[in-house]
């Protein structure tokens, strides 16, 4: 699915993609964009298409829980638009914030396919260095020195989350 889903962006955006072809032929452009030229960019963007969907799921469910009478309580009040959104809504709505932001963490931070297929070598994220070593240099102890971080970057963004919110807000979400 991941590759399927990197493919795609490729047909569109790459070099000789759907984009540049139908700019080429219109006569915007004379020369092929170079805007999705394999890089960070294009791994931003590819990651990003792949994993939104769980914070957008985590965020509205956070937001769906919310009481309005409270932002409406609060603009009654006089309370501006930034104030609300400052004082009332991102507190309620700080569990689904944490809750998505760790289930898009966790998954991106060992995304293998996705980079390698759009970076195309220009860059090399932890998953790829870790099979990197292991396949090629036979560094055994280097791929679990990676994996070992990997984990325990894992653990502190865990405990970082924990210190913020509640694991009963959480699991409400």
């Known amino acids: 699915m991941y590759l399927v889903r990197a493919y795609s962006w490729l047909l569109m955006f790459g070099p000789n993609g759907v984009l540049n072809a ?3 032929q219109l006569g915007v452009i004379s020369e092929p964009l170079a805007m999705f030229n394999f890089g960070v ?3 931003i963007v590819g990651l990003t298409h792949a994993y939104f969907p769980y914070m957008l799921l ?7 829980g919310i009481d309005f009478s409270l932002v409406e309580a609060a603009r009654d009040l006089g309370a501006s638009r930034p104030a609300v959104l400052k004082d ?9 914030i944490i809750s998505g932001s760790l289930f898009v963490f966790v998954p991106a ?7 390698r297929f759009l970076g195309q070598g220009k860059v090399l994220m932890i998953g790829q260095l870790i099979e990197e070593r292991i396949n090629s240099l036979y560094a055994i102890g280097y791929g679990s020195a990676g994996s070992m971080f990997i984990v325990v970057t894992i653990v502190v963004a865990f405990a970082l ?5 509640d694991v009963d807000e959480l699991g409400g979400v």
């Open 161 to 165: 989350a924990f210190r913020y919110v």
């Open 58 to 64: 985590s965020l509205y469910a956070s937001l769906d």
């Open 109 to 115: 931070l060992g995304a293998f396919i996705t980079p």
């Open 22 to 24: 139908t700019l080429l």
């Open 41 to 43: 960019p294009a791994i």
């Open 88 to 96: 009332i809504i991102l507190p309620l709505a700080l569990p689904g």
